[in-house]
């Protein structure tokens, strides 16, 4: 029971930390601000409201009486109230009016309803409270004549009410305007430090991040700051090993050419030529996965320019391009990305006789779908093949003339860019590869 509330509470509370610092904020003085009108107002308002409607019907029926008593003395009665205390008092044969002119849901109306209904009876009188701005107008029957009356509105209700909503509210909403640009301000550090993570975990490379902020948020944005260039760091110290190594090691390879293109004994100089040119493909492999980390900064690239630039480049007649036509733009590396799209195409020629490349926009990804005509991957394999340095022992292997590092450069790319990457059968029974980007 308390588990489904919990995960109820959890639903319907908002996700953002602005929202929740403001009803943090915004809550104590929003419910403060009900109880104290509630309180003020049933045991203050109504109370009070109640006791000068009550003296006003009370003067109402003392009037009556005293005009039953003395019909002589009328224009002296009139002036005296009218004098006294504001009251405007007419006396005719008039119709009484059939429909009441009462308000139903007006706290005013039904409080003098109550009161006129007590002490005159029903039917026997009428009241507006509309009509005028500053006056009620109030009509009781009294034998055969209609007594009006115009008393002023502050006789029937208490103004303060109105005052008293108005310094409650006011306050408040300054208060809640002032926690409001306090609450931005806090939250706006965190925004920043969360975006320059995402930033560095799709590849970009954060050099103008500043940290501000409380003293929390500077030392955990100044951690952050210190760890992304220690990563930095490492990932350049690798590319320039593996750079240094590959220097040192073409040079050798060079004069072993040299050498086996000076054997007599063909046989064995080309044997020993094709164990050195396997060398050098591996060569340049490492150099390739080192390069995915290599630093290039992040703009806003056309997928279909890339994906045509690539097509064309490859210049081969087996490669079909499905363009939607649709504009699709998104934040990425063009060089890493070129280079993992052209990975998989050529893989595609290499192991089939055609390529099948279609783009698909969704709603705020794109679905870039690779299908060759090959033999295939296995399905219990389709893991394996993103790990380094694996090579498939079967019909198809993705790197026969590497190390096995060809999908796992692509994954490490897309996976940099925020996307993912899943394989599975075409429908020309060969390999499908699925790439998911955001834009």
Do not use: C
């Amino acid at each position: 029971m308390f588990s489904g509330l919990n995960n109820f509470i959890k639903f319907i509370l908002p996700k953002r930390l602005f929202y929740r610092a403001l009803i943090i904020v915004a809550a104590p003085t929003i419910i403060l601000q009900i109880i104290i009108t509630i309180v003020f107002y049933d045991s203050v308002w109504i109370k009070a409201n109640k006791n000068i409607t009550r003296s006003l019907v009370a003067q109402l029926k003392t009037i009556e009486e005293v005009y039953q008593n003395d019909k002589k003395n009328l224009d002296f009665f009139t002036d005296s109230y009218k004098n006294n205390f504001n009251f405007e008092i007419g006396i005719n044969k008039d119709d009484f009016p059939q429909y009441s002119g009462e308000r139903k849901f007006s706290p005013m109306d039904r409080s003098l309803r109550r009161e006129l209904k007590s002490i005159f009876g029903n039917n026997n009188y009428w009241f507006n409270t509309s009509k005028f701005k500053n006056a009620v107008e109030i009509k009781i029957r009294s034998g055969d004549e209609v007594i009006e009356f115009l008393v002023p509105k502050e006789m029937v209700s208490t103004s303060s009410v109105r005052l008293f909503v108005l310094w409650t509210t006011l306050p408040s909403l300054v208060l809640i305007i002032i926690a409001l640009i306090f609450l931005k301000n806090q939250t706006k550090p965190l925004v920043k430090l969360a975006k320059a993570a995402e930033r560095f975990g799709k590849g970009d490379y954060v050099n103008d991040f500043r940290a501000s902020g409380s003293q929390e948020i500077r030392k955990a944005a100044f951690e952050f700051d210190r760890m992304a260039k220690r990563i930095n760091r490492h990932l350049n110290q690798r590319a320039e090993m593996l750079s240094g190594i590959s220097h040192d090691l073409r040079t050798p390879l060079t004069r072993l050419k040299l050498q086996l293109a000076m054997l007599k004994q063909k046989e064995v100089s080309e044997k020993m030529s094709k164990d050195i040119n396997e060398m050098e493909k591996m060569l340049n492999d490492y150099l390739q996965f080192a390069k995915t980390q290599a630093q290039e900064n992040t703009t806003k690239i056309n997928l279909n320019k890339i994906m045509h630039s690539i097509v064309g480049k490859l210049n081969n007649k087996n490669i079909f391009f499905f363009n939607n036509k649709d504009l699709i733009e998104l934040k990425g590396r063009p060089i890493a990305l070129t280079r993992s799209f052209e990975n998989i195409i050529s893989n595609g020629l290499t192991y089939g006789k055609k390529v099948n490349i279609n783009i698909q926009k969704g709603n705020k990804r794109v679905l870039i779908i690779f299908e060759d005509d090959g033999p295939g991957i296995p399905e219990d394999q389709y893991k394996n093949v993103f790990k380094p340095f694996f090579r498939l022992d079967k019909s198809r292997s993705l790197n026969q003339s590497g190390v096995g590092l060809g999908l796992a450069i692509v994954e490490d790319i897309i996976n940099s860019h925020g996307g993912n990457i899943q394989l599975g059968k075409s429908k020309f029974n060969g390999l499908q590869v699925k790439i998911s980007l955001p834009f």
